[in-house]
C-alpha cells in the first residue's frame, strides 16, 4: 500500500504508542537472544553433549537440536495465538518471555554428557522443545502487537523495530560469546563458560517480564467474544488464501534469513575455513549493521509500499543468493565476508523490516495473532529452523552448493506469493 495520509496525534498519545513499541520489543529482545545464543554457543559446548571427535558431525547434531526447537513453534504459535486472539496480546506475551527464562535457566545448570551419559542430550532436547513452543509464540503474538499500536502512516517504520529487538537479540547473543572469548581460553569455555550466557538470559528475561506488565491491552471485548476468535477453523472458512500467501512467503523469507545469520557464523568457520574468533567478530558488524538497516528499510516501505518491497526482496534474493555463498565460501579474508553478508543481508532487510506488518494486514483482529503466529511458525520450522541443518547435511556429503541451488529457489517461491499479496490491505486500517 501507498502512504496514507497521516492522522493527528496527540503528543500524549505518541509517547504511549512509542513507549508501548519500547515495552513490547525489549521482551522480544529477550526471547531472541535466549533462544539464539544456543546456535552461537553451540561452537563450544557441541562436544560436551555430543561427543564424537568430528567437528561437522558435533554441529550437525547441535544444528538438529536447534531444528527441533523450530519444529515445536507451529504448536507455540497455535497455543499463543489463541491466548491472544481470545484472552489478550498482553497475556500471551507476558507468558511466554517467563517460559522463555525457565528454558535458559534449565540449560545453564545443565549436566554435560560427561556427567550424566545420553541423559544430557536428552534433557537438552526438552528445554528447546520448551523454549521453541515460547519463541514460537513470541513472534505472532509480538508482531500483531505492534502492529496495533504502531502510527498510521509510519506503520513499516515502527514495525521495524520488531526485527531491531530480535537481531538485537542475536547481536547480544554473538556479543557476548565475542567478549567472553577476550577473557577467557577455549578450554575454559567449552568446560564452563558456555553457560554464562544462558544465565545472563534468564536474568534479562525477569526484566522484561516487569516491562511489559506496563502494556495496555489492544485486544477489544468484541473480538475476544467472537465465536470463531483464535480458532483454525474460522482462518481455513473465511481466511485460508491469506494464510497460504504468509506461508509461502515466509517460507523464502526465513530460510535466507537464518542462512546468513545464524548459519553463517558456521559457514564461515566451516567452509571458509575462517578462524572461529574471527569469525565471530565479522557477524557482529554485520549483524549490527543488518539491526540499523531496520527502520530505514521499514521507512521505504512506508513510501514505496509493503508489496513493491516484498516483490523486490524476491526478486533480489533470488538473483544474488548463490553468488554470494559461492563467493563466501572461497574466501577467507574477514573484510571482503564482511561486505558480501552486510550485502546480503540488505536484501533480506527489505522483508524483516515490515514482515509482521505485512502478515498482520491480513488477517482481522479476531484471528489475528493465531493467523500471523501459526503461518509463521510452520513456515520458519520447515524451512527456517532446518536451514543450518540442510547446509551442513549438503557440505557432509560433498554436495554444499546443493544448499545454494536450494536457498535460490525458495526465493522465486517468495517472490511469486509476494505477487499475490492485495495491492491494499484490508485490515489495519483504524487503530487499536
Not at 545443565?110 to 541423559?119: E, F, H, Q, R
Request: net charge positive; glycine share 10%.
Amino acid at each position: 500500500m501507498t502512504v496514507s495520509e497521516h492522522p493527528q496525534y496527540s503528543a500524549e498519545e505518541k509517547r504511549k504508542r512509542v513507549f508501548a513499541i519500547i515495552s513490547a520489543s525489549s521482551g522480544n529482545l529477550v526471547e531472541w537472544f535466549d533462544f539464539y545464543v544456543y546456535s552461537f554457543a553451540s561452537i563450544y559446548f557441541a562436544s560436551q553433549f555430543f561427543p564424537s571427535g568430528n567437528p561437522t558431525a558435533e554441529f550437525l547434531k547441535s544444528a538438529a537440536v536447534f531444528a527441533v526447537g523450530f519444529f515445536m513453534r507451529p504448536i507455540g504459535g497455535w497455543m499463543f495465538g489463541r491466548i491472544a486472539d481470545r484472552v489478550g496480546r498482553k497475556k500471551s506475551m507476558l507468558i511466554s518471555v517467563l517460559m522463555m527464562c525457565a528454558g535458559s535457566l534449565a540449560i545453564a545448570v545443565l549436566p554435560t554428557y560427561a556427567s550424566i551419559g545420553v541423559a544430557a542430550p536428552i534433557l537438552l532436547l526438552i528445554i528447546r522443545m520448551f523454549q521453541g513452543l515460547s519463541v514460537g509464540g513470541e513472534y505472532g503474538t509480538t508482531a500483531t502487537y505492534m502492529s496495533e499500536v504502531a502510527l498510521r502512516g509510519r506503520r513499516g517504520f515502527f514495525s521495524s523495530f520488531q526485527y531491531v529487538t530480535l537481531i538485537g537479540g542475536q547481536l547480544l547473543a554473538v556479543l557476548t560469546i565475542v567478549i567472553l572469548e577476550q577473557f577467557l581460553n577455549e578450554a575454559e569455555l567449552k568446560a564452563w563458560g558456555w553457560r554464562i550466557p544462558f544465565v545472563i538470559g534468564a536474568i534479562a528475561a525477569l526484566v522484561s517480564l516487569m516491562l511489559r506488565r506496563t502494556l495496555h491491552e489492544t485486544s477489544k471485548a468484541e473480538d475476544m467474544q467472537n465465536k470463531g476468535a483464535g480458532t483454525l477453523a474460522y482462518i481455513f472458512k473465511h481466511h485460508r488464501a491469506a494464510f497460504v500467501t504468509v506461508l509461502g512467503y515466509t517460507a523464502g523469507g526465513s530460510l535466507i534469513f537464518y542462512t546468513f545469520t545464524t548459519y553463517m557464523q558456521k559457514y564461515l568457520v566451516n567452509s571458509a575455513g575462517m578462524a572461529t574468533k574471527t569469525a565471530s567478530v565479522v557477524m557482529t558488524g554485520s549483524l549490527f549493521l543488518y539491526m540499523c538497516m531496520q527502520p530505514l528499510f521499514g521507512m521505504l516501505a512506508d513510501r514505496i509500499g509493503r508489496r513493491h518491497s516484498m516483490m523486490l526482496f524476491g526478486a533480489l534474493g533470488a538473483i544474488a543468493t548463490y553468488p554470494i555463498l559461492a563467493i563466501l565460501r572461497g574466501n577467507s579474508n574477514p573484510y571482503f565476508a564482511f561486505a558480501l553478508i552486510t550485502l546480503a543481508m540488505a536484501i533480506v532487510s527489505l522483508y524483516t523490516s515490515i514482515g509482521g506488518l505485512v502478515k498482520a494486514e491480513m488477517f482481522p483482529a479476531e484471528v489475528r495473532a493465531l493467523g500471523v503466529g501459526l503461518s509463521y511458525a510452520i513456515a520458519n520450522a520447515i524451512f527456517g529452523g532446518s536451514a543450518e541443518f540442510v547446509g551442513l547435511a549438503f557440505k557432509n556429503i560433498g554436495h554444499e552448493n546443493w544448499f545454494f541451488i536450494y536457498v535460490t529457489i525458495m526465493m522465486v517461491v517468495a517472490f511469486l506469493f509476494s505477487m499475490r499479496l492485495p495491492k491494499t490491505p484490508s485490515y489495519l486500517h483504524t487503530d487499536h
